[in-house]
């Protein structure tokens, strides 16, 4: 007889990961492992969650296996053809609902939207918003369509754009603000090769140049998009920020600065363009 506790307590995998597993298998709450820890368990169930712990041992991502991942008190639903939302991302969604508090319907452009966390999770927040989410990937645009329609509903869908950054924009639209996470890992970065990233779409992750090469592109042509006055954020490497400083301050961006995450480093830059 195989129950929660027996196969919990056999599993290789740290208590957390398994315990996740387990309620994903078994469609339970993490009060019922508890109250049911006794509980003999179907084999099909025992089944599913040792294949699923196995693929976890191989290095899968749990957010891969389970098919979600919170994001800024949020449930959003993850695919391979998109990158995992991360904790220190939350930062440039803090950012941006500051610098249109006090707006009217403000514009807000996200580049690179991946699953669409950073756009949902502004327009959950602020639901006169009107976000625009572009991507160059049709798969994570997908994605992130089914993520706005899942917790914003109808009402307050967002506009998708299937873009390489800003190139299919229309060029008459400005926004209040725009923010990004692109890619920005340098191409021979060892990281790429561990962990959960070896799961990730490599596209989101690096430039396969130096990790500064979509930042550049963006920095240079997102002052066309800008309503007079408007800001520009972007997420980067724990080591660009000063970099990323000087080419937001070249550009002709004003009050250029740089946030820390809740990890005490320097994780998003931006500043704000006079156009």
């Given at each position: ?49 040792e ?34 939302p991360?904790?220190?991302?939350e ?26 966390a950073?756009a ?61 996470n ?13 962990g959960?990233?070896?799961?990730e779409p490599r596209?989101a ?36 920020a ?29 500043g704000?363009?006079?156009?």
């Amino acid at each position: 007889m195989t129950t929660v506790a027996g196969l919990l307590r056999a599993s290789p995998l740290p208590a957390l990961e398994a315990r996740i597993l387990l309620e994903h298998v078994l469609g339970w709450r993490r009060t019922e492992l508890i109250t049911r820890d006794d509980e003999e368990l179907p084999e099909e169930s025992v089944d599913r969650f040792e294949a699923l712990a196995r693929r976890r041992t191989d290095g899968e991502p749990i957010a891969q296996l389970v098919g979600t991942r919170e994001f800024f008190g949020l449930s959003f639903d993850v695919t391979p053809d998109v990158l995992i939302p991360r904790p220190e991302t939350e930062l440039l969604v803090e950012i941006a609902l500051a610098k249109i508090e006090g707006m009217h319907e403000p514009r807000v452009l996200d580049l690179g939207t991946g699953s669409g966390a950073i756009a949902v999770a502004i327009a959950s927040s602020r639901h006169d918003a009107k976000v625009w989410a572009v991507d160059r990937s049709a798969e994570a645009l997908a994605v992130a369509a089914a993520n706005a329609s899942k917790l914003l509903g109808i009402d307050r869908s967002l506009t998708f754009v299937q873009s390489n950054w800003t190139e299919a924009l229309d060029p008459a639209q400005r926004f209040e603000v725009i923010v990004s996470n692109p890619p920005y890992i340098a191409q021979n970065d060892p990281h790429l090769a561990e962990g959960d990233l070896r799961f990730e779409p490599r596209a989101a992750l690096t430039d396969e140049a130096d990790g500064l090469s979509a930042i550049r592109t963006i920095i240079q042509t997102a002052p066309f998009f800008l309503a007079a006055n408007g800001s520009l954020w972007l997420e980067h490497g724990y080591d660009q920020a000063e970099d990323v400083r000087a080419l937001l301050t070249a550009r002709g961006f004003s009050d250029v600065r740089s946030e820390y995450d809740l990890a005490g480093i320097e994780r998003a830059s931006g500043g704000v363009f006079a156009a």
